[in-house]
């Protein structure tokens, strides 16, 4: 009599393990609310499973009702995680876990043990090129805001400062919680001694670009997401979290100019300098490489990513310059882009079955207005209010414009299963 409960039992825990390392795994991998909570509950439905989730980005809660003993009598996770980072191979790896799961190819349990044997330690080779990335991707912005040759240089420099700091942060709880701040110091008085002994810089630009990965341009577009979406939890706890890190950065970037004073030096500015095409070309291509690098995506991935950048900056200057959908109002260019985008990358994921978010992270990475909260709030704190206030709400244009177009690209073509 008790022999099929048991089997039934058995099944019912090893499905409910599998979903909820799943469920763990878009979490740490960068993936927000709406699109997590309705993959899992897709999966969870086609393994025959009830299960209510509720996520927010430092934890979750699932609930899985017993099928024999009914919904009082089933099992509930309560997991606490740190905020997600895009890994885009990880993420590509566990929906090919997932989808074999699906199709009948693993065993809940063998998917289980798949996923957790993608936890690999980074290597030194993978350290060492995360830092050089920093160095690339602060570099090419550099080139892109038309910092002149001695501002690329120096933000490079910089960024390759800031990457190694960043790997160090990675074991090191304490530094990380405070990375943000010190690398804005960091940047801030070394730019002012090249700026005042060296060479004339454009001083702020060369800031922004040696900090532009540790900007929240990206978190801030998926609080705003999720808040349109309706996950408010989620969206508000986000939105902090990004603003939080935007005042890091500005306590930085203030109190190293406050240094700079109490030293006396006097840092030389220079002028914008627009680039040539072909070199915003190689600026591009070096960007689109650091950012591959940046977000983890496998080697097969690289020229994927790389052109998903590519393709969110043309269609940028295709919807604001050439179809002139740009004003003082509205972000035309970056509604555009975040159609055009979110529309190719649901279409990607649908022809290829693999997950969207190997277009979708990296189109958008160039369109993210991270840098424009930040320099806002560095106008607060220097008391220029209204300038301050009139550039935040040129982020919120631009945030508002951006997560349109996403959405609009999603009635265009809906995605496959929310990754």
């Keep these: 009599m008790n022999a099929p409960v048991l089997t039934s039992q058995a099944t019912y825990e090893a499905q409910a393990n599998f979903v909820a390392e ?3 795994r878009l979490h740490v991998y960068g993936t927000t609310a709406q699109r997590l909570e309705g993959a899992v509950e897709a999966v969870a439905h086609r393994l025959g499973l009830d299960c209510e989730i509720f996520s927010n980005p430092t934890g979750m809660i699932l609930s899985f009702a017993d099928p024999v003993r009914g919904q009082h009598n089933g099992i509930t996770r309560v997991i606490r995680l740190d905020p997600g980072e895009q890994n885009l191979a990880r993420l590509a790896a566990t929906d090919a876990i997932a989808e074999d799961v699906l199709a009948g190819r693993l065993a809940p349990a063998d ?3 798949a996923l957790k044997a993608l936890d690999r330690p980074g290597t030194r080779r993978m350290q060492a090129m995360a830092a050089f990335s920093f160095g ?3 570099a090419s912005v550099a080139a892109l805001l038309g910092a002149g040759a001695a501002g690329v240089v120096t933000a490079g420099v910089i960024g390759l400062v800031i990457g190694v700091m960043a790997v160090l942060a990675g074991g090191r709880p ?3 919680e405070a990375l943000e ?3 804005a110091m960091v940047a801030t008085l070394l730019a002012a001694a090249v700026a005042s002994f060296v060479e004339p810089l454009a001083f702020k630009t060369v800031i922004v670009a040696s900090l532009i990965v540790l900007m929240p341009g990206l978190m ?3 609080a705003v997401s999720e808040l349109s979406a309706q996950h408010l939890v989620s969206g508000t706890a986000r939105f902090a979290g990004a603003l ?7 306590f930085g970037t203030v109190a190293a100019m406050q240094v700079v004073r109490l030293l006396g030096w006097v840092p030389q500015e220079a002028a914008a300098q627009a680039l040539p095409p072909a070199a ?3 600026a591009l291509g070096v960007a689109a490489f650091a950012f591959a690098v940046l977000f983890q995506a496998s080697r097969r991935d690289y020229p994927l990513v790389m052109a998903s950048v590519l393709l969110g900056y043309a269609l940028t200057r295709l919807g604001g310059e050439v179809l002139g959908l740009a004003s003082d109002n509205f972000a035309g260019g970056a509604f555009f882009a975040g159609m055009g985008v979110a529309a190719l990358s649901n279409a990607y994921g649908r022809w290829r079955n693999r997950p969207g978010a190997l277009v979708r992270v990296p189109g958008i990475i160039l369109l993210v207005p991270g840098s424009v909260g930040f320099r806002s709030l560095n106008f607060v704190m220097e008391r220029d209010v209204f300038l301050g206030l009139d550039m935040a709400f040129a982020l919120l244009s631009a945030l508002i414009a951006l997560v349109a177009g996403l959405l609009f690209g999603n009635l265009l073509v809906p995605s496959r299963r929310n990754i």
Excluded: D, F, P, Q
């Design 111 to 113: 998917g289980l043990a």
């Design 244 to 250: 939080m890190i935007l005042m890091k950065l500005t």
């Design 136 to 138: 690339l991707s602060a």
């Design 174 to 176: 304490r530094l990380g």
């Design 220 to 222: 801030l577009t998926n």
């Design 181 to 183: 701040a010190i690398a």
């Design 22 to 24: 799943l469920a763990t």
């Design 280 to 282: 915003e070309l190689v």
